[in-house]
Each structure stands twice: as structure tokens, then as C-alpha cells.
T-cell receptor
């Protein structure tokens, strides 16, 4: 069964510092991986997705993630945090090929310290 | 350009009552799904559908029923509401690529349900 684990339910970084949000996945087949962001009182928005074309995926708002099969990881990074990055971030996995459902992690709330 | 529309946005029910959360999308997406969001538990999949007439269970289907008679609509029915179903519910849709690869999931604004 597919699943994702997000390490750290809360992460705080200073404005201008590196953002690193961790995600590890479990899948019986090569997975499709996603990062979504949720701002307060809103639905989720896609940040980026990995579909096996390239291991380093660039998304919106300066975020990127690297797929590492050997570590079963898909960590999200941004070189320099901005106040507007404060939100909750969700990693998600889908297997496709007859198992299209998208399974989310429990989320990481990112706080930016001025 | 409506996207995914959920109604109602807020609802209060008494234990044992039934209700339907409506979801409609105008993007001709094959895939539609319902999630519930609870603090510390992320989004958990209730039911999903890959096309009209096709539905399947997600992680937490008990107490909920769905149908997909058209591509556009995917209502979620609570059969007999319980306090444990107090949550925020999100409907989401996505196109399906070759091999069933999900595209971007488009979310509705959510429906906040309280069961007393």
C-alpha cells in the first residue's frame, strides 16, 4: 500500500534561511509524488510533482524537490524563506496504473520568523 | 471559470441526521475525490472516482456514500451523522493522463461540518 511520512509536524525558520521539509514514501511500484501547499482557510494548491521525467523537480514560488529512490525520499526545499511561505505543506503519493488515488501525509506547518 | 464548487460551506447537524455535500466541477476531469481534514491527521481519502459510474473506497469510507452519475458531479452522502464526522471536507478533481497518472488536483473551498 502506498503511504507518505512527513517528519516534523511543525518547522520554524528565519526569514532568508533555507527551508527543508521532509517526506519519505512507501510504494510497491515507481510512485508519482506531489507537494501541495495550504494557506489558511483555503483549499490545497499544487507546488510541484514528480512523474519520473527528472529527479530534481522545480515548482512554483522558488520551491524544488529531489526524488531519491535509494532513500525513498522527496524532500521539499527553498533556498531563502519569505514571510509569504508560512503555510501548511503536504506531501502526497499516487501509483497510477489502476491505483490512481492520491494519499496525503499528515502535513508540516511552516512558520517564518521575522 | 468556476473550477470545483462545493456546497454548503458550513453545516450543523444533529447526531443521526443525514445530509449530502455537493461537489461539481466544470473542467471535464475524469478523477474526483472527497477528503476530510482533521487537525494532526492531514487529509484522508474517503471515496474517489475515475469516471462516471465508477467509484471506489479510500482510507476512511465508513459512514459515507458516493455516486458518480455524471462527469461533473460527485455528491458525498452522510447516512447517519456522528460527532466523529465533524470535520472539514474537501472535494478535488483532476485530469487523468496515460496510465492513470494524476495531474494537478484542483480543490474546492471546503465544507465545514459540525455534528452535535
Amino acid at each position: 500500500a502506498q503511504s507518505v511520512t512527513q517528519l516534523g509536524s511543525h518547522v520554524s525558520v528565519s526569514e532568508g534561511a533555507l527551508v527543508l521539509l521532509r517526506c519519505n514514501y512507501s510504494s510497491s511500484v515507481p510512485p508519482y509524488l506531489f507537494w501541495y501547499v495550504q494557506y489558511p482557510n483555503q483549499g490545497l494548491q499544487l507546488l510541484l510533482k514528480y512523474t519520473s521525467a527528472a529527479t530534481l523537480v522545480k515548482g512554483i514560488n522558488g520551491f524544488e524537490a529531489e526524488f531519491k529512490k535509494s532513500e525513498t525520499s522527496f524532500h521539499l526545499t527553498k533556498p531563502s524563506a519569505h514571510m509569504s511561505d508560512a503555510a501548511e505543506y503536504f506531501c502526497a503519493v499516487s501509483e497510477g496504473f489502476g491505483n490512481e488515488k492520491l494519499t496525503f501525509g499528515t502535513g508540516t506547518r511552516l512558520t517564518i520568523i521575522p | 471559470n468556476a473550477g470545483v464548487t462545493q456546497t454548503p460551506k458550513f453545516q450543523v447537524l444533529k447526531t443521526g441526521q443525514s445530509m449530502t455535500l455537493q461537489c461539481a466541477q466544470d473542467m471535464n476531469h475524469e478523477y474526483m475525490s472527497w477528503y476530510r481534514q482533521d487537525p494532526g491527521m492531514g487529509l484522508r481519502l474517503i471515496h474517489y472516482s475515475v469516471g462516471a459510474g465508477i467509484t471506489d473506497q479510500g482510507e476512511v469510507p465508513n459512514g459515507y456514500n458516493v455516486s458518480r452519475s455524471t462527469t461533473e458531479d460527485f455528491p458525498l452522502r452522510l447516512l447517519s451523522a456522528a460527532p466523529s464526522q465533524t470535520s472539514v471536507y474537501f472535494c478535488a478533481s483532476s485530469p487523468l493522463g496515460a496510465g492513470g497518472v494524476l495531474g494537478e488536483l484542483f480543490f474546492g473551498e471546503g465544507s465545514r461540518l459540525t455534528v452535535l
